[in-house]
């Protein structure tokens, strides 16, 4: 499978799944948004080939970009290249919050802007 839902992502949140959370919007989209997914750490897309190799292969990855377009797709493919089991999110961040799913300002933990 290449790519997961919102309400799957908030499923594996829900009952503790261990997995990777990777948020792989551009600096400018992700600056003015303020927000991202609780427990995600974000990467530079265009600097990708630098940080791919700290993505392990132990667990699955979910790569979210704005809308879940080119962004997220594309190297939610080039890391199962790699060996990861990853997937985009389906919508992207726009999605998730169209759902009413929680959001959180950046660098804070479980608190709702």
């Known amino acids: 499978m290449s790519h997961i839902s919102p309400a799957e992502l908030a499923l594996w949140q829900a009952h503790g799944f261990d997995f990777e959370l990777l948020d792989v919007r551009r600096a400018p989209?992700?600056?003015?948004?303020g927000i991202?997914?609780?427990?995600?750490r974000w990467f530079d897309?265009?600097?990708?080939?630098?940080?791919?190799?700290?993505?392990g292969t132990a667990r699955p990855a979910v790569?979210?970009?704005a809308r879940g377009h080119?962004?997220?797709?594309g190297l939610g493919a080039a890391l199962r290249a790699?060996?990861?089991d990853a997937r985009y999110l389906v919508g992207g961040i726009e999605g998730w919050r169209t759902e009413g799913r929680p959001v959180v300002a950046h660098g804070l933990k479980g608190q709702t802007p």
């Open 29 to 33: 989209a992700r600056q003015e948004s």
């Open 36 to 40: 991202e997914i609780a427990g995600a």
């Open 82 to 84: 790699l060996g990861v």
């Open 70 to 73: 080119e962004i997220s797709q």
């Open 45 to 55: 897309p265009a600097q990708w080939l630098d940080w791919k190799d700290s993505i």
């Open 63 to 65: 790569v979210y970009c």
